[in-house]
């Protein structure tokens, strides 16, 4: 079975600004969290994958056919749900009169479907869209994404500002919305600590470029956190680090190739598990003296 979504090469110039050779591939059944700093490229691909901006070379593929085939453009966006971090509704209408508008252009709408996850979410129909929480609004745009049968759901930046009780509760309907093992989740997020509760998969770009797409266990194997003496630094110890913040107590770093590491430092140092935070701080900060 071809996989849900498939990014090959993909480039796109701006004037300050380029993407460069973005791929990953993401399997049915699986949650890939995608994360990087501000303005890595996340919501720039997130563009290029649903076609509202021109890729310059590349490929992308959705349900296996190419996302910029005009034949299939509808087909695939009735298979997609997507949810953005910041309300894209008319703030004037309620929430059944905003359903009413946005209904009639999916195929494959269900009444059943969108009325269970309204209620579900405790949202009520009458209440204008400037007048709901941002919590609200996000529950909206999920229950819009989720009542006609969409297989794959892109959120860009969706839990940003929520409260931790809410923010809970959409991690969980995630984790349940991919148990079929038929659909899947493509999430973009600042909050990695969210990553480490559900993601199967990370897939990290900075400035522009993929620094790795990989199953989220095995990142955690390959990297770790070390805490050690400033004496024992040098060039070639330095060589294993991604990044190294030093202070007048010791050092703290970020390496890759762990058990190479283990071997080399022995036990002079402390190895720890790292969090995504963790990875993505050394990635973009590279060496800070404290």
């Known amino acids: 079975m071809a996989p849900i ?16 050779d973005i791929s990953f591939t993401l399997d049915r059944g699986y949650i890939m ?31 296996g056919y190419n996302n910029d085939d005009a034949d299939k453009e509808i087909e695939i966006k009735n298979k997609i749900g997507f949810v953005f971090g910041e309300s894209i509704f008319y703030e004037e209408l309620t929430v059944e009169e905003m359903k009413g508008i946005i209904a009639p252009f999916y195929k494959n709408w269900d009444e059943r479907v969108f009325n269970d996850l309204i209620r579900d979410f405790s949202l009520p129909k009458r209440k204008k869209i400037k007048e709901l929480s941002k919590g609200m609004k996000i529950k ?59 993601a199967d998969y990370i897939t990290f770009i900075n400035d522009g470029s993929i ?15 070390v805490k050690g003496p400033k ?5 070639d110890i330095k060589k294993y ?5 030093e202070n007048k107590f010791g050092f703290e770093g970020l390496v890759k190739e762990r058990e190479t590491a283990k071997i080399l430092l022995q036990d002079k140092v402390i ?18 003296n404290v």
């Open 5 to 20: 979504l498939e990014v090959k090469n993909l480039r796109k110039n701006f004037k300050d600004f380029s993407l460069k």
């Open 211 to 225: 620094v790795f797409s990989s199953p989220k266990d095995d990142i955690f194997e390959y990297y770790s956190i």
């Open 140 to 198: 909206f745009s999920l229950a819009v994404a989720l009542s006609h049968n969409a297989e794959l759901l892109i959120m860009d930046e969706p839990i940003s500002g929520l409260d931790p009780i809410v923010r809970s509760e959409l991690l969980d309907f995630l984790s349940e919305f991919i148990q079929d093992e038929n659909k899947s989740v493509f999430i973009s997020t600042h909050i990695t600590s969210d990553l480490d509760k559900i």
């Open 231 to 235: 004496d024992i630094l040098d060039e």
């Open 33 to 63: 969290g995608f994360i990087g700093p501000n303005g890595a490229g996340k919501t720039t691909t997130i563009k290029l994958i649903m076609n509202l901006l021109k890729k310059d070379s590349g490929e992308v593929k959705i349900f």
């Open 241 to 245: 680090f991604v990044g190294i913040r």
């Open 271 to 288: 190895f720890e598990r790292p969090c995504l935070e963790d990875i993505m701080f050394y990635f973009t900060r590279g060496k800070i």
